[in-house]
C-alpha cells in the first residue's frame, strides 16, 4: 500500500492513524510512506513496485495516468476539484464555514468578517458556509479574498499582511474574523497586532485545520476548526479496500463533516456590552457540562431570573437554560465524533445524571439519537 502524505503536516499523522485502524481491520496491509512524494513526478520510480493500491493527498495528473495505466486503485485526499474516475475524500468546505460562524456568533458579535482566497475552490465554498450563516443570523460579512500566488514567499506575505492591515483598519470594532485555513489566521493575527487592535478584544480570529503547533504556538493562541483527520483516513482506507474488492461504485466523492471549534484565546471573548450578561456567560462557558442550572447562574450576573431571562433573549435570541443545554450538546457531539466511549461515560462527562435524559436532550436538538449520529459518522 502506498501512502503519498507531506510529513510536515501535522493532521498528516490523525489521517494515517485512520487509515491503519481500517487496515488493521480489512487487512493486514503493508505499506510504504512516500513522505518525499517521488511517486507524484517519477513514473518509473511509481512502476518499480506492484502496489496493491494508492491513498494520496498528492494527487497529480501524473500520478493519476500511471495508476489508471497500471490498473492500480487510487483515493485522492486532495482539497481540490474532484477528477473524474478517481475516488475522492474531503473536508465538508461549506459546513466548515458554518461552524466558524456558529462559533463566533456565539460569542455575541454584531460584526463579522472572511479572509481567505479568492481562486481556490476550497476557500470559496469556506467563505460561502460562513457568509451564509451570519447572514441566516441577521448580520452582514465583509470578506476579504486576495489571490494566493501557490506558495508562501516573503515579499508576498510583506504585502498580503499590509493589505490586510488597511481592510481591518476600515471595520467596525469589535469583528469576528474567520480565515479559510490557519496559516491565513496566523497572517490576520500578525496583521492585527501590527495595526495597534488587539486579539481578542478588538479581533475575533478562527482559522481552520486545527495545526496543533501553529495554534499552540502563536501569541495570543488560535481558534480553530478542526477538520476531523481521523475519520478521513477512516473513510478513505474503507473506500480503497472495496475498489481493491471491485466495487465500482466505491469510485464516489465524500466529503468529511468537521468534528467542531477548537477554542483557544484568540476567540475566547465575549462580545455582549452588558457586564452581567458576559459574566453569566462566562459562568455557563465554563461549568455548563457539570450539570449547572439557571438558579446557580443568577449570583454571577448579579440580576433577578426575570432580567436575566430577557436580556439573554435581547443579546443571543434564547434563554440561559437554552445555552446551558446547547454547550451540552456541543460536548455530546464531540465526544461521539473523537471517542469511542459509551453513552454512560459521555452522560456523565456532560452533566446528565442518566443517559435516557442525555439522549432525549440530544435527539431533540439534532434530530438524531446519539446512537444513531455516531453511526452516521462511521457510515
Known amino acids: 500500500m502506498l501512502l503519498v502524505f507531506d510529513p510536515r503536516i501535522e493532521e498528516t499523522a490523525a489521517t494515517v492513524h485512520g487509515i491503519t485502524e481500517i487496515g488493521h481491520v480489512v487487512g ?12 507524484t513526478v517519477d513514473p518509473d520510480w511509481l512502476c518499480e513496485n506492484e502496489w496493491a493500491g494508492v491513498i494520496s493527498r498528492h494527487t497529480t495528473p501524473m500520478l493519476v495516468q500511471t495508476c ?62 460562513f457568509t451564509q450563516a451570519i447572514k441566516q443570523a441577521g448580520f452582514t460579512c465583509i470578506v476579504h479574498n486576495t489571490n494566493y500566488p501557490g506558495v508562501l514567499n516573503p515579499e508576498w506575505d510583506r504585502s498580503e499582511t499590509q493589505s490586510i492591515i488597511t481592510w481591518l483598519k476600515q471595520l467596525p470594532l469589535p469583528t469576528a474574523i474567520m480565515a479559510c485555513h490557519d496559516m491565513r489566521g496566523l497572517q490576520v493575527l500578525a496583521a492585527t497586532q501590527a495595526a495597534g487592535l488587539r486579539v481578542p478584544e478588538d479581533i475575533a480570529i478562527v482559522g481552520v485545520n486545527n495545526d496543533m503547533i501553529r495554534c499552540e504556538l502563536a501569541s495570543p493562541p488560535l481558534s480553530s476548526v478542526a477538520t476531523n483527520p481521523t475519520v478521513a483516513g477512516h473513510k478513505a482506507a474503507e473506500m480503497l479496500a472495496r475498489i481493491m474488492a471491485g466495487d465500482k461504485s466505491a469510485e464516489s466523492e465524500v466529503r468529511i463533516e468537521p468534528s467542531g471549534v477548537v477554542i483557544r484565546r484568540s476567540s475566547d471573548v465575549l462580545a455582549v456590552p452588558d457586564k452581567g450578561v458576559a459574566a453569566a456567560l462566562r459562568f455557563i462557558r465554563d461549568h455548563a457540562c457539570e450539570g449547572i442550572n439557571v438558579d446557580q447562574v443568577l449570583p454571577h450576573a448579579s440580576m433577578s431570573r426575570a432580567q436575566i431571562e430577557k436580556k439573554f433573549r435581547e443579546y443571543l435570541g434564547r434563554s440561559p437554560q437554552a445555552e446551558i443545554r446547547r454547550l451540552q ?33 440530544f435527539k431533540r436538538a439534532t434530530g438524531m439519537s446519539p446512537g444513531a449520529y455516531r453511526r452516521s459518522l462511521r457510515a
Open 28 to 39: 493486514p496491509w503493508a505499506y510504504f510512506f512516500d513522505d518525499e512524494a517521488r511517486s
Open 68 to 129: 489508471r495505466e497500471r490498473h492500480i486503485p487510487l483515493v485522492d485526499m486532495n482539497d481540490s476539484p474532484a477528477i473524474q474516475g478517481v475516488a475522492k475524500i474531503r473536508p465538508a468546505n461549506t459546513s466548515i464555514g458554518r461552524i466558524g460562524a456558529e462559533h463566533l456568533l456565539n460569542g455575541g458579535f454584531r460584526s463579522f468578517a472572511f479572509c481567505g482566497y479568492d481562486n481556490d475552490d476550497w476557500s470559496l465554498d469556506r467563505c460561502a458556509g
Open 329 to 361: 450538546v456541543l460536548k455530546i457531539r464531540q465526544l461521539l465524533t473523537d471517542t469511542e466511549l459509551p453513552l454512560k461515560h459521555i452522560a456523565e462527562l456532560t452533566g446528565f445524571e442518566y443517559m435516557e435524559y442525555m439522549s432525549y436532550v
